[in-house]
């Protein structure tokens, strides 16, 4: 019963998000922007808002029984428990910043978790027309091709991407900036795309080798990623090396052969 349930899940968001948000977005991208802020530099805009009613619409009329987790409605309404029931973790736009400057590295991310556990993921970025997808124990696929992380073995040759976070406290900065000065002595380079979900997706499909985020913003960011990370071959774990937490607001990911050394590699830089 699971697979052909989960299958369905993958089909119906695959399908709803090329038709519904990613037109959402392809049109306000191209628009000027009404900008509100959620934080110090946390944004949001009408389309995110606009995407998540979309989203939460069409899935809550085939899906009465699931639970519904979305970054604006918990941003509007408070922390939302994550149950052990299925559950849908909505982005509607992760890379909000991006999307008000123009800058095409963004995408609506759908999560489907059970028991906690990360089952459907679908991340598609409308601007690049790339759609990531994932069902636990199917693989994982882009635009319909399987995909694989990468075989890189060496830190020093890994490409690795992370992001500052949400943050602007001096000690925070501090912190997050002489990590990442101390990670650039390790790795080839650093990039920071500006979504977490798109980062996840480039270690499954191998354009990334390595990847950390502390303090972003929810389940929402991870859930879809998550599973299309592991269902490509790579692993998902706490930056810590203890196994990965949907609601713990830290993420590391990597093919299996970096792992160990990333993770010796973080705490180094602590």
Excluded at 144 to 150: E, F, N, P, R, W
Excluded at 236 to 246: M, R, Y
């Amino acid at each position: 019963l699971w697979p052909h349930y989960l299958l369905f899940c993958s089909i119906f968001c695959h399908l709803f998000d090329l038709t519904s948000a990613s037109k959402v977005i392809k049109h306000g991208f191209y628009l000027t922007k009404h900008v509100e802020h959620k934080g110090q530099v946390d944004l949001v805009t009408e389309t995110d808002k606009k995407c998540e009613k979309l989203i939460f619409d069409h899935l809550k009329q085939h899906f009465p029984e699931h639970k519904f987790v979305g970054e604006e409605t918990t941003a509007a309404y408070g922390a939302t428990e994550l149950t052990e029931e299925p559950t849908w973790i909505v982005d509607p736009l992760d890379g909000t910043t991006n999307f008000v400057h123009g800058f095409p590295f963004l995408c609506v991310s759908i999560g489907l978790t059970i028991g906690r556990i990360p089952m459907v993921g679908v991340v598609y970025n409308p601007i690049m027309d790339e759609l990531f997808t994932a069902i636990h124990g199917k693989g994982a696929f882009l635009n319909g091709k399987a995909i694989k992380v990468s075989s890189q073995t060496e830190l020093v040759k890994a490409l690795l991407a992370t992001e500052v976070g949400t943050k602007r406290d001096k000690a925070t900065v501090d912190e997050t900036t002489n990590r990442i000065n101390s990670l650039l002595f390790k790795v080839r380079s650093l990039r920071m795309s500006g979504s977490c979900a798109l980062n996840l997706c480039g270690i499954a499909c191998g354009r990334l080798d390595l990847f950390y985020e502390l303090g972003f913003g929810g389940p929402w960011d991870v859930a879809a990623g998550a599973v299309i990370v592991t269902e490509a071959g790579g692993l998902v774990f706490d930056p810590s090396g203890k196994d990965f937490d949907i609601t713990s607001q830290r993420i590391a990911a990597s093919n299996p052969l970096l792992k160990d050394g990333f993770i010796e590699t973080l705490k180094q830089s602590e």
